[in-house]
């Protein structure tokens, strides 16, 4: 069965650094998310992306952040500057349709220290 | 703003019970719902959607109702085993987002 995948698992990173979190969606979806979730917290909605462009972002979704899909099967989310309260499971996401069911990759553990 | 929330933190029930969960929303009239498990340090992992038109929906042991008027929806697991222990989450349509509630912790003992 076809599976969203991201690398990688666990990043640490410094404070003030750069990363980028990479992801592969199901191969034939055309919609793509990022997610973040804090440690015991609920799972929140970043940004959505279609047809190279942002459908949609929330307010955590600042300046600090960017997505890409530089070829056609990743997706990419890159924090600038990385800050202590960036620190949480990031999952990409990615659906067939605008309105279809969403499924979700195994997620990317970041620490920032 | 949309506001979900799941009626209780954690539920505790014993093998072969049915479990319910229930969701309950805010301010919105999404097109559907959805139900996602999690365990602890994975991503969500889809079970079941139910539409606007839809009353209930069914997939092996697991059952979603949806009512619009009271903005509720129940999940129900029958027969439970303790490999249905996990974080159950609730899910709005928020347009190009899916909205989650902040879960509820299964527990099944044998």
């Known amino acids: 069965e076809p599976e969203v995948t991201q690398t990688p698992s666990h990043q640490v990173t410094q404070m003030g650094q750069e990363v980028i979190l990479r992801c592969v969606p199901i191969?034939?979806?055309?919609?793509f998310y990022w997610y973040r979730q804090i440690l015991g917290q609920k799972v929140e909605f970043l940004v959505s992306?279609?047809?190279?462009?942002?459908?949609?972002k929330s307010e955590i979704f600042d300046d600090q952040f960017s997505v890409e899909r530089p070829d056609g099967s990743n997706f990419t989310l890159k924090i600038r500057s990385t800050k202590l309260e960036d620190s949480a499971m990031y999952f990409c996401?990615?659906?067939?349709?605008?309105?279809?069911?969403?499924?979700f990759g195994p997620g990317t553990r970041l620490t920032v220290l | 703003s949309q506001k979900i929330e799941q009626n209780s933190e954690a539920l505790n029930i014993q093998e072969g019970k049915t479990a319910t969960l229930t969701c309950n929303y805010t301010?919105?009239?999404?097109?559907?719902l959805q139900w996602y498990r999690q365990d602890p340090g994975r991503g969500p992992v889809f079970l079941l959607l139910?539409?606007?038109?839809?009353k209930e929906k069914r997939k092996e042991r697991l059952k979603v109702t949806f009512d619009t008027t009271l903005k509720q929806s129940l999940f129900h697991i029958t027969a439970s085993q303790p490999a249905d222990s996990a974080t159950y989450l609730c899910?709005?349509?928020?347009?190009?987002?899916?909205?989650f509630g902040a879960g509820t912790r299964l527990f099944v003992k044998a």
């Open positions: 996401a990615s659906s067939a349709g605008g309105y279809d069911t969403q499924y």
């Open positions: 191969s034939n979806h055309l919609y």
């Open positions: 992306f279609y047809n190279n462009e942002i459908s949609e």
């Open positions: 301010n919105y009239s999404p097109a559907y």
């Open positions: 139910i539409r606007e038109n839809e």
């Open positions: 899910a709005l349509e928020g347009g190009f987002k899916t909205i």
